[in-house]
């Protein structure tokens, strides 16, 4: 029987104690709980050992099973992952023995109070005020975009500015695994994957979402990560009207970028004949923004790209709009 929300928001707080400092306020991202005794934060990208601590492994598993409770999950050495969301927000991702031999592992993703807009990021340095003209008149044009880059690069943080550069009467749709997005706009529908329970049952797929979001009248699908065969559905989509797309995908440069929708695509359980799917692709998007993060924990965008078009004796044909190599200058 799960938790009442009342009951759990009243006793998160002394459960998860430790870490209660680091969920107030912005300047902290991540929170990753290594073991009991050794919580580390991640601030302006770096990451800093902390001096907190829980009293014991068994106060840990405690908020852990609490956590578990509310969200009605199982959490045991059966199934021992755990994806949730603490009141506030903040995604949870924890692991405990035996899949942890050293003791339980979590990972806190902060849930930002202060939405991230394109003149933050220009007034940080992450994008010149040049390269965010070229972002909104991407948006403006209806441009399906990918945001691409590798983990912690601010994939999340830029679409979720892109898309709130929409015009306000549109009607936006969201899909996520675990909900981020903050789209500041007044007509946004925020819809979320779920987990299989402990018997396998009742699970809803983002590619279930997505389908089913085409017959919801969208003007603009934003999906928070394409993982799967969910590309296959997106591309296709992309190439029959559906303008304005946007998400973000694993992947370290433009050019990588189109070959790993490829390779998603071909998890699908539809058979597309490899050219085919690869002008499918060029045709569906329209521009492919890259992010990286530098040795110092600053994030940045290296390319604003556009994608020509493929074709079989060259390949994908993309033209930079924007590059910027090593975080310096434009």
Known sequence: ?????????????SLFAPVIPFLEGDEVSEIMINRYDEIYVERDGRLYLTGSRFASEHDLMSALRNLSQFVGRELNPRQPILEARLPDGSRVE???PPASPAGPVVCIRRFQQTQLTLI????????????AGLLRAAIARKDNV??????G??????LNALASLAPDEERI???EDSQELQVGLPHVVQLEAQPVDGRGRGGVAIRELFRATLRMRPD??????????EALDLIQAMTSGHRGCLSTIHATLPIDTLSRLETMALMSDVDVPLDVLRVQIASAVDTVVQVARRCDGRRYVTHVSE???YAREKGYQIRNLFERLGGDGE
Request: net charge positive; charged share 15%.
């Open 173 to 175: 749709v969201v899909i």
């Open 1 to 13: 029987m799960s938790i009442p929300r009342r009951v759990f928001e009243q006793t998160v707080g």
């Open 307 to 309: 994608v020509v078009g």
């Open 220 to 229: 603009r699908i934003v999906i928070g990560e394409v993982r799967g065969g």
């Open 146 to 151: 990918i945001v691409a880059g590798g983990s």
């Open 94 to 96: 924890a692991i405990i």
């Open 120 to 131: 933050r990021l220009v007034e940080q340095g992450a994008i010149s005020p040049g390269t």
């Open 153 to 158: 690069s601010g994939k999340t943080s830029l």
